[in-house]
């Protein structure tokens, strides 16, 4: 993974952004994503498209029946996940012994990479046993970003925002996806879109922003220089990858798990192209299909968080427990409910953290421990606004 933090302006954000996706994990590169159209850095103007190609590493196997022999199974693969034992004459679900030693009559217990222990009462039984298995499965989406030269319905130069695509199939020579296989448009400001941004937004207009990544997710904030207005400047978050997997989930997810958001200064624009829940990645998180194959889908943001209006005071730390109250980011179709869990990023209540705030998630568990720094947002449309509790920001991971 890599974290990066840097400065640009309207005129380089394209391919400042660009370099950073495509060139900035130096550690390990397998990481970085891949430049599509232009066909190098020194050509992007107003335009470029990359490929990300995140990983699929669990897979799960459903339904393998075995019988129960000398107390023990021997699956037909390794063990890389989560498991259940299904017993079929009986019809229950047995009790995984994480803790290891002697199961008793309900449980099972993992013995080696392929093998399950059990109670010498099941002896002879015949199972089924669903389990995820090691895998290395790639896929590939792509995400188009422009500038447009000028704002909506005028000639001012645009020095404001970025539009975004994301999609499947791209086509370098002719710049485009096929028919159905594409997103609408969303955006991420960095300075609102005013009469007065327009006297102070120039293309050297300065802009701050994060950037963590992998080949499976970039999550990141650009925000405007607020030393040049008090009242115009923008902080965006954006979104672009797959979704981690919900523990307990009963398939893999592989049908569609990428997607994209950002942050704007205008309302979306609502369509009808993919049905009444098409995504506008502003208000909501799009995806590129759903379990059931509807394409570029909304999926809006659930977190763990408290009522928008309780009151609070300047200290949010809990006198209980010494830490801050931050939730995971959970993804939920309208239809199929919890999805999967956005990367890198967690949701923070801003009361009492500053900006650019380092916090550190399960402190003091070794091979656990995660460093974020926290950022604080006010773009007026995110999927985050959509959330119970709008005075959120966003905390993305630092540590590499």
Not at 42 to 52: L, M, Q, R, S, W
Not at 77 to 95: E, F, M, P, Q, S
Not at 172 to 191: A, M
Request: hydrophobic share 35%.
């Amino acid at each position: 993974m890599a974290y990066i933090h840097g400065f640009t302006n309207p005129k380089n954000i394209l391919k400042d952004l660009a370099t950073a996706l495509t060139t900035g994990d130096v550690l390990n590169p397998d990481n970085n994503w891949q430049l599509v159209y232009p066909s190098s850095l020194d050509e992007i103007t107003n335009k470029f498209v990359v490929k990300a190609q995140p990983v699929t590493d669990k897979l799960w196997v459903k339904n393998e029946p075995h019988t129960i022999l000398n107390n023990k199974v021997t699956l037909n693969n390794t063990i890389a996940g989560n498991i259940r034992v299904y017993v079929l004459d009986k019809k229950y679900y047995l009790y995984w012994k994480k803790s290891g030693g002697t199961p008793d009559v309900m449980e099972f217990v993992v013995s080696g990479a392929k093998e399950l222990t059990f109670h010498p009462s099941l002896e002879g039984k015949k199972i089924l046993v669903s389990y995820e298995k090691p895998v290395s499965i790639v896929h590939e989406y792509y995400v188009k970003f422009e500038k447009p030269a000028t704002l909506p319905n005028q000639t001012a130069e645009n020095n404001h925002f970025i539009t975004w695509v994301i999609g499947e199939n791209y086509d370098p020579t002719t710049d485009t996806f096929p028919v159905d296989h594409y997103s609408e448009k969303g955006k991420i400001n960095w300075f609102k879109e005013t009469d007065n941004s327009l006297l102070i937004a120039k293309d050297w207009l300065p802009i701050e922003y994060w950037l963590s990544f992998d080949k499976n997710a970039v999550v990141g904030v650009v925000m405007g220089d607020p030393g040049l207005s008090t009242s115009d400047w923008l902080s965006s978050p954006f979104y672009f990858g797959s979704l981690r997997q919900i523990d307990g989930a009963l398939e893999t997810d592989l049908v569609g798990n990428f997607g994209g958001f950002g942050g704007s200064y205008t309302p979306p624009v609502l369509s009808k192209r993919y049905g009444d829940f098409t995504g506008t990645g502003i208000t909501d998180v799009i995806m590129v299909a759903t379990k059931t194959g509807r394409p570029y889908q909304a999926h809006k943001v659930q977190i763990f968080t408290g009522y928008e209006f309780r009151e609070k005071t300047f200290n949010g730390q809990s006198l209980h427990t010494g830490k801050h109250a931050v939730s995971e980011i959970v993804l939920a179709d309208v239809n199929e409910n919890d999805r999967g869990i956005l990367r890198h990023c967690l949701a923070v209540p801003r009361v009492a953290k500053e900006h650019g705030t380092e916090l550190i998630y399960n402190r003091y568990i070794s091979g656990e421990e995660e460093t974020y720094i926290f950022l604080n947002i006010n773009a007026p449309y995110t999927p985050i606004n959509t959330s119970p509790d709008v005075l959120v920001g966003i905390a993305i991971r630092t540590d590499i």
